[in-house]
């Protein structure tokens, strides 16, 4: 959440935590069938709870109420967020109730706010967020073939083909998130989240530089990277021990941490965590390879790669690369370009232009099924594999 000054466009500050429907579960999936025995109420409760604590922090000392909230999600979130059930979406034809535009009062969520503006979404699994991102980054804009990826529980995709825009949502399950890995978290203070080796041996950072708690996506990738080089981990994914724990030099802000002696971690790595990256980065692979087939276009023809998301931000391309998760043709073309939900969020708060845009949007993307395609299928399995070097 940020709070920002709508005669400048200025943030002003900004606050973040982690989802409190996580006890209901990881992904949107099994939100929508806690929805479905009954438990809609507590999940938005969660959400409007959490909403509300970072408002009011925000807030606090500076004004009593804020004039508008722009809201952007996925579609779940937004249906749960505006006390709708998402049920509908949990099964063939994963049909939303609403995917336009929405405006409310504060009062109708409890929120110090006189507006409510929830944005619009293009489908089930292609929700606002996406939206924003396309706002953000104007991928129609270019006057080549351009990608947008969201990396994270769902792999969200959008290509614009040069004519036109077509999106996917590939599950690619939690892992990503940290979710489903024995020692994975969030991007929290504290979640290992690059990992590399320099002349000194193994280097691993956490964010804010505080003691190690976890491993976040960005640092798994880093990691089974790492341990694929020093063929700890073949091309099947096999370990060649029971499993890996983390022993490196915690490198901080502090440039004389560098040479600190080597720290063992509690970052464990598992075969069973192994299994669990595979999947994601397969699934995320196989819905770039499909969504580029099926709208004729070669991956090196693909001029940019816009990586979104928290994990986006962190991810280092290469080893991204090198275990599988994005295709060669796309080493030196992709940008991390950080959280674009609440980038494109905050210039429809401030432009009522972006607000149009994001709803022009949400129209004209079309959406490919990968379920329904072969390739999809035949490329998740060719993908499960790391790649020889």
Known sequence: MALVDLDSGNIIDSKSCLNPQHSYGADVISRISACSNGFLDQLRACALSAANSMLNSLLYGRADSAEEITVAGNTTMLHIFCGISPVSMGTYPFSPVFTDLKIFSGDSFGLQAKKVTVLPSVSAFIGADIVSGLVFTQLDRSKTPALFIDIGTNGEMVLWSGEKLISASAAAGPALEGGNISCGTGGIPGAVCKVYEKS????????CDKEPSGICGSGLIDLISLMLNRHILDETGSLDSENFRLCGIHEMKDMSAVFEPPKSTSILITQKDIRELQLAKSAIRAGIETLAFEAGIPLDSI??????????????????????????????????????????????????????????????????????????????????????Q
């Open 200 to 207: 000194e041996g193994i280097v691993f950072k956490t964010i």
């Open 303 to 388: 001029s940019k790669v816009y990586i979104a998301g928290g994990m986006g931000f962190y991810m280092d391309t290469s080893n991204a690369v090198r275990i599988g998760m994005l295709p060669e043709e796309f080493a030196e073309k992709s940008e991390p370009c950080g959280n674009t939900a609440l980038s494109g969020a905050i210039l429809c708060l401030t432009n009522p232009e972006f607000l149009s845009a994001a709803s022009e949007y949400a129209l004209k993307c079309e959406t490919l099924e990968l379920n329904s395609s072969s390739i999809f299928s035949t490329s998740f399995v060719e993908n499960m594999m790391f790649p020889e």
